[in-house]
């Protein structure tokens, strides 16, 4: 009981706070601080994430057909392996697609 009284304590104090803290007109929102580190961060991170799917796709695909290789012709492991093979694949290509997309938007923005 006490945590809930003393939770709507501090709400209470810190939603004017926060509410009238930070002060932004609308013409200047797009030189502020928020949307251009905003940007500068959904960059890097879209510049990280072309680089990490398709090495990441490429390791997952080249594991499952060496273990395919190594499996002594077993029908189920391979059976296994190919399902994992094209979801590895389809996944790449969404998250890639996903990516460039976003970088897209991004870009537009800007």
Do not use: C
């Amino acid at each position: 009981m006490k945590f809930k009284k003393m939770k709507s304590k501090i709400a209470a104090i810190t939603t004017p706070l926060l509410i009238f803290a930070t002060r932004v007109s609308a013409s200047d929102i797009q030189n502020s601080k928020y949307a251009t580190g905003t940007t500068k961060m959904v960059r890097d991170i879209g510049a990280v994430f072309t680089i990490l799917i398709p090495i990441a796709a490429v390791a997952f695909i080249g594991f499952q057909q060496l273990t395919k290789y190594y499996s002594n012709h077993d029908g189920q492991v391979t059976t296994e392996a190919n399902k994992r093979t094209k979801a590895a694949l389809w996944t790449a290509v969404i998250g890639t697609t996903a990516t460039g997309l976003v970088t897209l938007i991004t870009n537009y923005y800007v």
